[in-house]
């Protein structure tokens, strides 16, 4: 066995079975077409490329206006939106993928200029998230980083709301093709916001004590898997992220009542999301090993992981599966460079956000590599 055998057995994630262990995570690429923030032919090539993942979670995707928090994510609430994703979805599965759509409402990571009628945005708790700042467009056009407003507390009717919007979304992505869907309840985001301490001061049966935090997410769950299955569903957890202004306090404790309640779900899978990427302190051995007890089906770690501490991790029985972010951004081969241990692409933070298809569809595969170099030596000659 070579020593990236692990890395490479398939895996079954509830309803999809996969050839490999190697996720691409969900990136944010705020490249969807205007107006109405609909996936595009650019969007599908940039998805496509990326096809070799054993399986690709999308950009996280707003599930309703008032779920958005930054200028050019993608929707999936509208039918221009789901025939978009229709398009990105189908070119996946042409080149042999499997892709899971991440659905996602920001809470009150986002600003009245992104609002329907420039309302304030929704929270657990009428909290500001400190040192936070979203992606808009001024009204001049101008686009601009500003820092997030106040959110007004929303109302137990509201929440039913939003529990029937993931649930339509769930169904929406279905419907175009996508093989599962993820529910996003890491990295600051309203789900987050009801499970962390400091943003949810909340005094019914949605706030205080574990159960009570951590109702809505598990509400979205539920509806979810009413409409499109348990062993279609994932979720995203951050444990000790501090992005958005999270707190530590209690995260971990948190993290682990939740995944105790997926696993008696059987969802399929859990996606933990390590916080050293956006300033937070790594996980510990420990603290993976408590996760990895507590969830029994697929579990999925990402985080600054390179294909020798994924291959450890799996070997290890920690880790079923691990998802790359940046890595895979700048290489759309990234299993075939793991597997030759070839040299990476590295990738360019100034297009990350926005833009057209430098910085996205332009990072070269291996093939293409080759195919330079063998250009270059056919001149020479
Ligand atoms: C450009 C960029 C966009 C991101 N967008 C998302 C997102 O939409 N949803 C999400 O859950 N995480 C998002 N993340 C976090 C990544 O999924 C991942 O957790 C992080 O990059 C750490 O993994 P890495 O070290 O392999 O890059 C984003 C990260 C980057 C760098």
Redesign the pocket.
Known sequence: MSSRSHLFSPLTVGAVPTPNRIWM?????SRAGQPGDVPTELNARYYAQRASAGLIVS??TQISREGQGYAWTPGIYTDAQEAGWRRVVEAVHHAGGRIAL?L?HVGRVSHPLLQEGGQPPVGASPIRAEKTECFVVLPDGTPAQVPVEAPRELSQPEIRRIVGEYAAAALRARRAGFDLVEI?G??GYLLNQFLDLRANQRRDEYGGSLPNRARFLLEVVDAAAEAVGRERIGV?LSPNGVFSDMSVEGSLETSLYVAAELDRRKIAYLHI??PD??GGSPLTEEERGALRRAFSAVLTF????TAARAEAAIAAGVADAI???????ANPDLPERFRRQAPLNAPDPST??GGGEKGYTDYPSLDAVGREAQRGANIRK
């Open positions: 995570a969900p990136l944010t690429r950009e996280a991440q996602w996003h890491a990295n995203r999301a390590e990427w956006a990402c985080g600054n992981y998802a790359f972010g940046k890595l895979f951004l990350f956000y």
